[in-house]
């Protein structure tokens, strides 16, 4: 069984932190950066969402918003294919960089 989860990388010049998602497929592991960045403050590693503010401005809110989806879209992709190739037999064959690239490709 295949594990996806986000995690934050190293803090950049910006004071900002990149999310990545994080595959580990037996005894492999890969992580891919998704070009979104939080100030650490505004992650939320238990729910893996970003925390949107009632203080936040709107356009503010409307990105964490619209990362958000991503997020979910994103886990949502990685749990379909994880079904597909197990149902095929041959997600214990790949390693978690393949499982990473069939994520990325994936076009239901």
């Given at each position: 069984m295949a594990t996806f989860n986000y995690v934050l990388g190293k803090k950049k010049g910006n004071g900002r932190y990149p999310i990545y998602?994080?595959?580990r497929n037996g005894e492999t592991n890969t992580m891919r950066s998704l070009d979104i960045e939080v100030v650490k403050s505004e992650w939320n590693a238990k729910s893996q969402r970003i925390s949107i503010r009632r203080t936040d401005e709107y356009d503010i809110r409307l990105s964490k918003e619209q990362d958000n989806e991503v997020l979910d879209e994103l886990l949502?992709?990685?749990?379909?294919?994880?079904?597909?190739?197990?149902?095929?037999?041959?997600l214990k064959e790949l390693s978690a960089k393949e499982l990473m690239e069939a994520i990325v490709n994936y076009n239901p």
């Open positions: 998602l994080k595959v949502s992709r990685a749990m379909e294919v994880e079904r597909e190739l197990k149902k095929r037999g041959v």
